[in-house]
């Protein structure tokens, strides 16, 4: 918990306001022109990864160990053919797609990339970040929600089975993540002083927010790959139930632009997980170590690649390894298990940074005083009483099968004769 | 400069992208008409009739947006007094558990009563 004692001491937000107009619409075409390129990237690092964890090689074909060939299915999407559905809503159907990827570009307009960068062979120095202000990540929360819509809409007026259903799906696993992943965050505004992401940034100076608040970091975890429907979470479009959910009905670039959006978002929770709890730009050494190099400059944008890159491997990683939830676990673990926990996190560390930065007890107070709290918790659990046993159910009846002349399954509460080869000796059997 | 005004630029720029993705595809892409691809995708001889309008859905996923606006205005609520943890102190602290305490009445609530249960 020494973090804990660490915190409040606030950061320097990033200073915008000599700003050039122009200097914005620059970054702009540069956050997009980088997510662009990253998804492509993306592609094919998630198509690699994932094949060399089932041993086969993956795409190695176009392009130098086939890193063009996301490229070559974009190019592809391009030019097939847009079919719109005759039983679509034609309005709500092409615009959902629109939604979806431009809500998932504007996340990023608020990451920092790095501290003040001074750009090459000018004076002119600005901040690695398009822009900031004091409710940035309350911001980030709005545009990932606008996203939604893009979902919910693009499978509703699709006018099919499959897509109305991923997307009622889509809609309500995203919105019940959304609450853990946001009371995840509270945590980080109580040591941070605020909401600004560049100053959530420099407030990690002498520790990254995932160590002293641990717990809403996991949350945070487990319910941004919630967020982005991806596996093992990826009820939406779970191929063997609903095709492709919410997107079955698209083609073309209206599906690519779905496809994009998934991507970005993607980017975005690794982004801001990065942010908040990751140090940001920060460089992975003590703060101080070789003065200030490593963390001034251009330098700190490699590292926060590096972490985005770090996460979007976990992200793959899951994928390869995990199976898909059955859709009533996955909401009872949302609601059941992540959102209390969240909640239950805010508030002990409520609690435990009113008693240390408000009140301002001694250590030694504290710990009697937090020793006393557990205990009190903890007692009742030896003498809670002990689940009454439910009823033994009644030995099931056994099942004539052939009764009415021709074999019927049996009901619940029936069972079947047992087979008559049932624990005799077979011949060659060793057993 | 306003710090809102590069939001705005971005949107624009998205919107550019995705209108003129959408558009291109639409003038590149060969246009071959047939009855059977532009149905809805189904198994079966005919798919089955109106998912739109006449759709109905489990009511689970009604009761499950309802419990997020609670929840939602709850965390809504919690992040100003995050912010501003240090200034509200002792009020803001006692205040903010008073609220959370209310608003867990309600949730073990449902809990108890199945809300949350998806069978």
């Given amino acids: ?431 | 400069m306003n710090p809102y005004l590069p939001i705005l630029i971005l949107m624009g720029i998205g919107a550019v992208l995705a209108l003129g993705g959408v558009g291109a595809s639409a003038i590149i892409g060969p246009k071959r008409y047939n009855r059977a691809k532009l149905d809805a995708y189904e198994c079966g001889i005919e798919p089955t009739p109106h998912a739109l309008g006449g759709g109905r859905l489990p009511i689970k996923y009604y009761l499950v947006a309802m419990t997020f606006i609670v929840f939602d205005i709850e965390v809504v609520f919690l992040y100003p007094w995050a912010v501003d943890f240090t200034t509200l102190a002792t009020f803001g602290l006692v205040a903010m558990f008073a609220f959370l305490a209310l608003i867990t009445v309600p949730f073990v609530y449902e809990w108890r009563r199945g809300g949350f249960d998806w069978v």
Wanted: no cysteine; hydrophobic share 55%; aromatic share 12%.
């Fill in chain 1, 1 to 431: 918990m020494n973090g804990v004692v660490l915190a409040a001491e606030g950061g320097v937000a990033a200073d915008f306001s000599a700003e050039p107009v122009l200097a914005s619409v620059v970054k702009a075409v540069l956050i997009v022109v980088f997510l662009l390129t990253s998804v492509l990237f993306a592609i094919w690092f998630e198509r690699k990864v994932v094949a060399k964890m089932q041993l086969r090689p993956g795409p190695n074909w176009h392009g130098p160990k086939g890193l063009l060939q996301s490229l070559a299915d974009a190019m592809k999407l391009l030019l097939k053919e847009d079919v719109n559905v005759t039983r679509a809503d034609r309005v709500v159907y092409l615009l959902a797609p629109m939604i979806s990827v431009s809500a998932s570009l504007l996340v990023f307009a608020v990451i920092p990339f790095g501290p003040s960068v001074r750009i090459p062979f000018t004076d002119f120095s600005t901040p690695a970040q398009l822009t900031d202000f004091p409710v940035a990540v309350l911001y980030i929360l709005a545009a990932a929600s606008i996203g939604v819509y893009g979902i919910v809409l693009g499978g509703w007026s699709s006018g099919s089975t499959y897509p109305l259903l991923g997307a009622v799906r889509s809609t309500a696993q995203v919105i019940s993540y959304e609450l853990a992943m946001g009371l995840s965050l509270v945590s980080v505004f109580i040591m941070a002083g605020s909401m600004s992401t560049s100053q959530i940034v420099s407030s990690q100076a002498q520790v990254w927010w995932f160590i002293p608040l641990a717990p809403a970091f996991v949350v945070y975890v487990i319910s941004m790959v919630g967020e982005t429907n991806r596996l093992p979470f990826d009820l939406p479009e779970a191929e063997g139930e609903l095709v492709s959910g919410y997107m079955t009905e698209y083609s073309s670039m209206k599906f690519a632009w779905f496809f994009l959006a998934e991507y970005i978002n993607m980017l975005n929770v690794s982004a801001v997980v990065t942010t908040l709890f990751l140090g940001g730009w920060r460089a992975p050494v003590p703060d101080g170590f070789l003065g200030d190099a490593l963390n001034t400059g251009w330098l700190p944008i490699i590292w926060f690649l590096v972490k985005v890159w770090a996460v979007m491997f976990f992200f793959v990683w899951v994928r390869g390894t995990l199976l898909r939830l059955r859709y009533d676990q996955f909401m009872v673990f949302g609601w059941k298990v992540l959102i209390p926990v969240a909640l239950g996190w805010v508030v002990v560390l409520g609690a435990v940074q009113w008693a240390l930065t408000i009140a301002e007890l001694p250590r030694s107070t504290f710990f009697y005083l937090a020793a006393g709290v557990v205990v009190l918790v903890l007692l009742p659990m030896l003498f809670w009483p002990e689940k009454k046993r439910r009823a033994e159910p009644a030995e099931p009846e056994t099942l004539d099968a052939f009764a009415d002349g021709y074999p019927v399954p049996p009901l619940p509460g029936q069972k079947l004769p047992a087979s008559e080869r049932f624990g005799k000796e077979v011949a060659g059997n060793d057993r």
